[in-house]
């Protein structure tokens, strides 16, 4: 068994591969799974001062001017709430 374990996102995140294969091939996979969760975390934290959510909450970034997949969520999280008369509501906490 190969493993590797990072701290990210606020906590220890560990991934485990179990079947052979050649170590470059999974320390590769390891590197873009990690890179990946990084990048959405940099993207998404309201945790961090200059992520794309922290900057729209505080009127740094206008909304049309995120990436795509920050609005594509945030479009989710409106449809969320319209649909739930508000019981779920991830702009306003």
Do not use: N
Not at 39 to 50: G, T
Request: aromatic share 8%; charged share 30%; hydrophobic share 45%.
């Amino acid at each position: 068994m190969v493993q590797r374990i990072e701290p990210v996102m606020g906590t220890v995140v560990g991934v485990d591969v179990r079947e052979p294969a050649p170590a470059d091939v999974i320390e590769a996979a390891f590197d873009r799974f990690f890179a990946t969760l990084r990048d959405i975390e940099a993207r998404f934290s309201p945790y961090l001062a200059e992520s794309e959510i922290s900057r729209i909450a505080d009127g740094r970034l206008a909304e049309e001017e995120a990436s795509a997949d920050v609005r594509f969520v945030l479009a989710a999280c409106d449809h969320l709430t319209e649909t739930s008369g508000g019981a779920f509501d991830a702009r306003h906490h």
